[in-house]
Nanobody
Framework: QLQLVESGGGLVQPGGSLRLSCAAS????????IGWFRQAPGKEREGVSC????????YYADSVKGRFTISRINAKSTVYLRMNRLKPEDTAVYYC?????????????????WGQGTQVTVSS
């Protein structure tokens, strides 16, 4: 069964940091561009960041640019999202998925093999 599994979420104070992991189960990630998405209560899911297979192209939404860093270790079939200087508005369930295209200014579908998500709560 092909599956992506997110982990690393939790409760953190404003200004704190977390590192999320997206691990592949049943297949290798190295052939795919991977994106991170988030969905806050009452809001639509939004694309946060993505990374292409060669790690030479990354995309960040304006809301996280300069604070979040995406990376990958293909040998571990894992993609990471390092989140620094977290804000209360970063509170959401974070998901990873395979993306059709990861460009420097855009992230496009199709999006598939969604994980189950990991909750990030930023609160004092």
């Amino acid at each position: 069964q092909l599956q992506l599994v997110e982990s690393g979420g939790g409760l953190v104070q404003p200004g704190g940091s977390l590192r999320l992991s997206c691990a592949a189960s049943g297949f290798s990630l190295d052939e795919y561009s991977i994106g991170w998405f988030r969905q806050a209560p009452g809001k639509e899911r939004e694309g946060v960041s993505c990374i292409n297979t060669n790690e030479d192209i990354t995309y960040y939404a304006d809301s996280v640019k300069g604070r979040f860093t995406i990376s990958r270790i293909n040998a571990k079939s894992t993609v990471y999202l390092r989140m620094n200087r977290l804000k209360p508005e970063d509170t959401a369930v974070y998901y990873c998925a395979i993306v059709g295209l990861c460009g420097i200014s855009t992230m496009r579908g199709p999006f598939y093999d969604w994980g189950q998500g990991t909750q990030v709560t930023v609160s004092s």
